[in-house]
């Protein structure tokens, strides 16, 4: 079974690189703390459905996006 705080992680690591964003920039964008975005990143953090939501919407996609298997891993 799939660690979904990993992949999770690993969705928002390569949006927001895509965008050309930095964690510390994700982090003013949600009103998060840039070492909260680090440890969802990570996979050490559970974030909430909200958290989530508020992520997607910051990075332009869905929150079904974020939690999607990619082709390549």
């Known amino acids: 079974m799939e660690n979904y705080r990993n992949l999770l992680g690993r969705n928002v690591r390569a ?3 895509k965008l050309g964003l930095t964690q510390e920039q994700l ?3 949600t009103g998060l703390d840039r070492t909260y ?3 969802i990143e990570r996979g050490t953090r559970n974030p909430s ?3 989530i939501v508020k992520i ?3 990075l332009e ?3 079904s996006g974020l939690l999607a298997k990619s082709d390549v891993e």
Do not use: H, N
């Open 27 to 29: 982090g003013f964008e």
């Open 37 to 39: 975005i680090s440890g």
């Open 56 to 58: 997607a919407s910051a």
């Open 49 to 51: 459905l909200d958290v």
């Open 15 to 17: 949006r927001r690189e």
């Open 61 to 63: 996609t869905s929150p």
